[in-house]
């Protein structure tokens, strides 16, 4: 059928209209017909369409990159302490320096790369700009916007560093000599054009940098580096193994580690100790301290047990290190709707750290009333007080903790018992008033002396909080001393001290004994007894930590305890017991009859039960945080279920954006689970997925541009870069926020845009200046804009590298690449955003021709 139709006796050809012959695919049909702004504005969605979709594939490509370099290798270590008389060990056979500069930079530069390839490929082995432009606007949008975000997001005054500072000098330098090499070639050694050598030498230079990073990374000829337990693989929770280090181990390395293993003096047990331990798979019981201490919360009705598995999943993840390509991973499937490498739990639960409260007084190990900080929590400080008749008035001491910035009201009113309000007290019910950061008040209640000889009697203070129009009562919460007992006796003797009970039965769980001691037969003056403990069945040291102590009480003060941390045992069942003696007293203080108690601990089933449930469920859903599915049937189900089936976690804007991305997650899921044949089937599918799609980015970006009037190289280093690299822009930022170090956030930038230029350029102009060789002409490259734009990036990346190195070294910043004190922090990351800014400014300036700049 012809295309060609009579108008007006004019022949029209409906395949001639404006940008008809941008694309190699596109368009698919005549668009003769269409406005300019209508195919723009197709053009443009078709575009971040296409990026959504190379975002999900990339996904896939990058778990199959990730399960390429986990390959492992068991190697054996001679160990005398086991049996058998050696021990296996998994060691990593990919370096993960070798890993990042290599698969792991190919994952996330393989659409720019691939972009630069076809369109040469496309343009009948002509230079074009927009595969170049993208490859040096991705560039200078990941070292200057994205180091810039990562800068500002860190809170203040925490920091982040870099760890592997030498691998980072080294991917610095190349990333500025990259492109600077770039300039060279195309406007000093062979202007406009690029020969077969040139092109060769700068694909060499991919190998040539993995060479010098790993040298640098293992500390070549600067000293031995120590790798005691480099490599070495226990359990994990995003692929069920733990690395000890950051790094990995190529296969010639094995023997030095082992050696390594073998030679620890007996000078250095615990560094022995620390690695067997690590060997032993220390994650698991990390897993099961954590599942211990979320019981608690489960226990005290905080938390529900999915909560406290989701949670669980959360803090483990936290104290995970993940790679560059993991937290790529989970920003695609942000990006698309799909399934979470990190659980979303509850607000008020983000900030829950048991592992913090360990470290805390273990006496106050109680319900958490400061909901994680966020309240003020007011009590007694005592639970009950003595006052003699003739006193006149007792006082009471009240509390606050937890949240001291701001001021709290809590009312205080009493509570007949056998003393009567009127007859031996005066009736009390005010409001107390804490000021801000104030944490003691008193307030003082009148007794009654009614001359007559009466028993000792008793009554009750009680605290409530008042309701504030203000809400700030909200704000407000009770402690465990709610309730003070106040007593009033008739003479004025200091007292005998005496244990409330001969023997007490208490659960391990509760990791703390509190052993009451009573104050009997007056309460007047300061007294204080000496106690101690003494091993029964229980060893001091291992089953709790006791020895001896003072407990104090003050005037009136009629019951204190003593506090006697336990120690967690493994035993299924549990019987032990050590005994607490009261020794000698002061202040005039007798001995009661009670002197001695037995402590008995045991188990606590209904808390086991609670932990066996948590860590159940905490393991049974790890496979969350693996990154790629196991079977094909697990991919569609996941692909066919916004966030991946987690539907009680699923956001608005997760439907939203599952419904854009649905059809494309359907199609991926064809593609090979990474388990299958070790990770390559998916690979090599998913990257040639990856550069057909590049084709309609080429089509759709030349195109949106031409009708829109903007020029291939504005193009390239505005939409297309942008839609590149914004994956990596969430994942950076995660990075910087989850990592302990700045390595997996702007460390790995460099590398990445070191690769781009070496790979994205070195194997297109490869390609390219074969074939124009062996037809006998040079492949021409007019520098242009080319040249203008590598040289603005060059001055910006050095100018922004400088600053990252000032930050390391100057107190003003913190000290560190990332975060520090909030006004540096902010005016370095809005410096090097708008280098940015500033550069793509100068190159759209340049290509239009009002900077004229001749090459």
Not at 531 to 560: H, M, P, V
Request: aromatic share 10%; hydrophobic share 45%; proline share 3%.
């Amino acid at each position: 059928m012809s295309d060609t139709v009579q108008i007006s006796n004019v022949s029209v050809d409906l395949n001639n209209y404006t940008c008809s012959s941008k694309g190699l695919i596109l368009p698919l049909v005549s668009e003769y017909t269409w406005g300019t702004g209508g195919r723009a504005f197709l053009y443009l969605i078709g575009l971040l369409w296409i990026f959504l979709a190379v975002a999900i594939i990339a996904d896939v490509f990058m778990c199959s990159i990730e399960r390429i370099t986990a390959k492992t290798t068991k190697i054996r270590v001679a160990d005398p302490d086991v049996e058998g008389g050696y021990r296996e060990m998994d060691v990593r056979v990919w370096n993960n320096t070798v890993a990042n500069l290599s698969l792991l930079a190919l994952g996330t530069s393989a659409p720019e790369i691939l972009l630069s390839v076809i369109e040469i490929i496309g343009n009948g082995f002509k230079a074009g700009n927009l595969g170049p432009g993208t490859i040096v606007g991705s560039a200078a949008f990941n070292l200057l916007v994205i180091s810039g975000i990562c800068i500002m997001s860190i809170p203040s005054p925490d920091t982040r560093r870099i760890k592997e500072i030498k691998v980072f000098f080294v991917t610095a330098f190349t990333c500025v000599f990259a492109y600077v090499w770039m300039a060279i070639v195309l406007m000093v050694s062979t202007p406009n054009r690029v020969d077969i050598w040139e092109a060769l030498v700068t694909l060499a230079m991919f190998p040539i940098l993995i060479l010098v990073a790993y040298l640098a990374d293992r500390n070549f000829c600067m000293g031995r580096k120590d790798e005691h337990a480099e490599g070495v693989v226990g359990f994990s929770l995003d692929s069920k193994k733990k690395y000890t280090e950051d790094k990995g181990l190529l296969k010639s390395e094995v023997r030095g580690q082992a050696r390594s293993y073998e030679t620890m003096s007996d000078e250095d047990p615990e560094r022995k100790r620390e690695s067997r331990r690590v060997h032993d798979g220390d994650g698991e019981a990390d897993l099961m301290h954590l599942a211990k201490e979320l019981g608690h919360e489960v226990r005290d009705g905080d938390l529900s047990e999915h909560e406290a598995a989701q949670l669980a999943i959360a803090k483990a993840n936290e104290n995970t290190s993940h790679d560059r390509g993991w937290y790529r991973v989970n920003a695609t499937r942000m990006l698309t709707g799909g399934r979470k490498l990190i659980p979303r739990v509850l607000t008020n639960f983000q900030q829950l750290a048991p592992e913090d409260r360990a470290d805390k007084d273990i006496a106050m190990r109680s319900k958490d009333h400061t909901a994680g900080g966020s309240k003020a929590v007011v009590e007694f400080t005592a639970a009950a007080v003595s006052v003699l008749e003739n006193e006149g008035k007792v006082r009471i001491g009240i509390r606050r903790y937890g949240k001291k910035d701001m001021p709290c009201t809590v009312r205080v009113e009493t509570i007949n018992g056998t003393a009567l309000a009127g007859e031996d007290y005066k009736p009390f019910s005010e409001d107390v008033l804490f000021s801000k950061n104030e944490e003691l008040r008193q307030v003082f209640i009148e007794i009654v002396d009614d001359c007559e000889w009466e028993p000792d009697e008793f009554f009750f203070v009680r605290l409530t909080i008042p309701v504030q129009e203000d809400q700030s009562h909200e704000q407000v919460a009770i402690g465990n001393v709610a309730i003070n007992q106040v007593t009033i006796i008739n003479d004025d003797e200091p007292g005998k001290l005496e244990f409330a009970k001969p023997s007490l039965v208490i659960k391990e769980s509760y990791y703390v004994a509190r052993i009451p001691v009573n104050r009997i037969n007056g309460c007047d003056g300061h007294v204080s007894v000496k106690w101690r403990t003494s091993d029964i069945t229980a060893k001091e040291g291992i089953d709790y930590q006791g020895r001896e102590g003072l407990l104090t009480f003050d005037n009136q003060e009629i019951n204190k305890t003593i506090d006697i941390p336990l120690f967690e045992s493994k035993k299924k069942e549990r019987d032990e017991c050590f005994a607490i003696e009261l020794g000698d007293c002061d202040g005039g203080a007798e001995l009661g009859k009670i002197r001695k108690t037995i402590v008995t601990i045991v188990n606590d089933d209904e808390f086991d039960g609670i932990v066996s449930r948590l860590l159940n469920m905490t393991k049974a859903n790890m496979g969350g945080m693996a990154l790629e599915s196991s079977t094909w049937v697990q991919q569609f189900k996941e692909a066919m279920n916004v966030n991946g089936g987690d539907i009680d976690n699923a956001t608005f804007l997760d439907y939203v954006l599952h419904f854009f991305t649905f059809g494309w997650k359907i199609i991926f899921a064809c593609v090979p689970p990474a388990k299958y044949g070790g990770g390559w089937p998916t690979f090599l599918i998913s990257l040639g997925v990856i550069g057909l799609l590049t084709t309609f980015i080429n089509d759709l970006a030349g195109t949106f541009g031409c009708l829109i009037g903007l020029d291939d190289a504005i193009t390239a280093i505005t939409f297309v870069a942008l839609g590149t690299s914004m994956p990596d822009t969430f994942a950076s930022k995660t990075a910087a926020l989850n990592e302990k170090t700045a390595d997996s956030s702007v460390g790995n930038v460099n590398g990445s845009n070191s690769v781009n230029v070496f790979l994205g350029l070195g194997l297109p102009w490869t390609i390219a200046s074969i074939y124009w060789a062996v037809k006998g002409e040079y492949f021409e490259v007019p520098a242009g804009s080319l040249g203008f734009t590598v040289i603005v990036y060059s001055v910006f990346a050095c100018i922004a590298l400088g600053l990252l190195l000032l930050r390391r070294f100057l107190p003003v910043f913190g000290r560190a690449e990332l975060g520090g004190p909030q006004g540096p922090k902010i005016a370095s990351g809005v410096f090097v955003i708008f280098l940015w800014v500033f550069y793509v400014i100068l190159t759209a300036l340049q290509v239009k021709d009002v900077i004229k700049v001749s090459f």
